[in-house]
């Protein structure tokens, strides 16, 4: 299976690894379906805004809900994710390697992503998919056997995606 992930510790360093890991991608010409998730911290608020670019050329989607200073636990906006996995599903025709940001809350549930993944994988293309500690044990109860845990490493990790491009799609 050509499923992969990377985990790291401390806020917003598996977004950092899964941009700069896309970055490098793209800039070795590999065509990319995915997202990459930048959060804007805000000084009047607790949470930070969290958007979402669509590989590989936008749009970039506000997926946070601003629900004032004082709210207090998710705020995921459910319909912004749902735009994005409907805008992942159509670039996945003509990619070489699927990047998902975060198998968050939504995936565990079975929801998010986890459609453009199994696609993903039943076209035989690499996925790649930043996971949180939180949502660990459901990525790998979702994954099985066979996955893959990459290295802190942007370059190590953009070098696996490009070994595990089928050769009849490069």
């Not at 690894?17 to 995915?34: F, H, K, P, S, Y």
């Not at 735009?83 to 975060?102: C, D, H, S, Y």
């Not at 198998?103 to 930043?130: S, W």
């Amino acid at each position: 299976m050509k499923l992969a992930y990377v985990t790291l510790q401390g806020r917003g360093r598996t977004d950092a690894l899964i941009a700069e890991t896309a970055a490098i991608l793209a800039a070795d010409g590999v065509r990319l379906a995915g997202t990459v998730q930048s959060n804007i911290e805000r000084p009047d608020r607790r949470k930070c805004d969290m958007d979402l670019a669509v590989l590989p050329d936008g749009p970039v989607v506000r997926i946070s809900e601003d629900r004032g200073d004082l709210a207090r636990g998710c705020t995921l906006d459910s319909g912004a994710l749902e735009q994005t996995v409907v805008a992942v599903q159509n670039r996945l025709p003509g990619a070489e390697v699927l990047i998902v940001n975060k198998f968050g809350k939504r995936e565990a549930e079975g929801k998010g992503m986890v459609p453009v993944i199994a696609d993903a994988l039943e076209l035989g293309l690499p996925v790649l998919i930043g996971v949180n500690g939180l949502n660990l044990a459901a990525f790998l109860a979702f994954a099985g056997e066979g996955v893959t845990a990459l290295p802190a490493d942007p370059r190590q990790v953009a070098n696996w995606c490009k070994a595990m491009i089928p050769a009849g799609i490069a």
